[in-house]
DNA sequence: TCTCTGATGTGAATAGACGT
DNA sequence: ACGTCTATTCACATCAGAGA
């Protein structure tokens, strides 16, 4: 592949992609055409060559991006930069002391430029379900079972965008199940009985658990979009009259506090949430002490 | 058929997750 | 802690059905 379109400002992701060595998620393929095309920018500006890139320039393009950008987007522009130059086995330009210097300064100035979730809790999920449970509007009855379902199992958004009716079994007593990744969450009495209520008024027998809908109650046969997700909280949000403002990880960011609270230990809510270490339900928890020895088990030993 | 409106979809920025 | 990859957030564009 000829090197010479890397330096146009507008190269296309299947372009991108076929010229890397390893395989990328799109999302991934996305960002980093995104950060690439950025940089080719700069330096067309500057009068600079982009590949292979001085280390020069990247510093300067860096210093530049941090007056607004946040750390983790310039984390991000480097790993772009890097795996550019890597496509066309050109010495990495951003391996050097002069860049890694740069970037150390960068991080001090924004150490705690990055937030977390707030998380939902079982009052609020309370309150929602006093305003809402009697409503007979599918949007309503959609949500209120959207907010228990992902409380009560940890749900990421993608795991319940991802969710089809063929995840979820009745026994002969009317008990539910979820099945996620092959394992089974038993549902409690009240999130079932919403949810046999969404079957019910949805009238789905197949296909996706959760759709979009219109605003006149039309259901989309496709599954529900993330936005719709970040959304759907940001409407328990706006019913519940909060300063704070929930995303689509507020359940489970909420969940693993109240867990927390009553008593389970963390690697019993590592397993509940489907973590693969115990360091993020620790950080939710807020036992920063706990979570940093997790992290600091990898972390280098001072010479 | 047009317009209004409230939803969904898209894409760039940022946060989370995980390996070491 | 830090590097890397991926998921989530959020502003904006776009869509589509109901009523005029």
Not at 53 to 69: D, G, L, V
Not at 154 to 177: A, P
Not at 198 to 203: E, K, R, V
Request: glycine residues 4%; aromatic residues 8%; proline residues 2%.
């Amino acid at each position: 592949m000829d090197k010479s379109i890397f330096l146009s400002s507008d190269i296309d992701i299947d372009t991108f992609a076929s010229c890397l060595k390893k395989k990328y998620s799109r999302n991934s393929l996305i960002s980093f055409k995104n950060d690439w095309n950025n940089f080719v920018v700069f330096c067309q500006l500057h009068h600079v060559m982009a590949l292979p890139a001085s280390t020069t320039a990247i510093r300067i393009f860096i210093e530049k991006q941090a007056k607004e950008k946040k750390l983790a987007s310039i984390k991000r522009s480097l790993i772009s930069i890097s795996h550019v130059h890597n496509a066309f086995e050109l010495k990495d330009p951003t391996q050097t002391a002069q860049v890694k210097a740069a970037v150390g300064k960068i991080r001090l100035d924004k150490r705690d430029d990055s937030k977390q979730t707030e998380g939902i809790t079982l009052s609020m999920l309370a309150e929602l379900e006093r305003q809402l449970s009697s409503s007979v509007e599918l949007k309503d009855i959609r949500d209120l079972v959207i907010w228990h379902l992902m409380f009560e199992l940890l749900l990421k958004r993608g795991e319940l965008r991802d969710l089809t009716l063929d995840d979820v079994c009745f026994d002969e007593f009317g008990n539910c199940v979820i099945q996620l990744q092959q394992n089974y969450y038993p549902l409690s009495q009240e999130t079932t009985l919403l949810l046999n209520k969404w079957l019910s008024a949805s009238h789905l027998t197949e296909g996706y658990l959760f759709r979009g809908l219109d605003r006149h109650q039309n259901l989309s046969s496709s599954h529900l979009n993330d936005s719709s997700i970040y959304r759907i909280f940001r409407r328990a949000n706006e019913l519940l009259n909060l300063e704070v403002n929930f995303s689509g990880l507020s359940a489970r960011v909420g969940a693993t506090k109240e867990l927390s609270k009553c008593g389970y230990t963390v690697h019993e809510i590592q397993e509940l949430g489907r973590w693969v270490s115990p360091a993020m339900p620790n950080q939710y928890i807020g036992n920063i002490e706990r979570s940093e020895r997790q992290k600091d088990k990898f972390k280098k030993k001072p010479e």
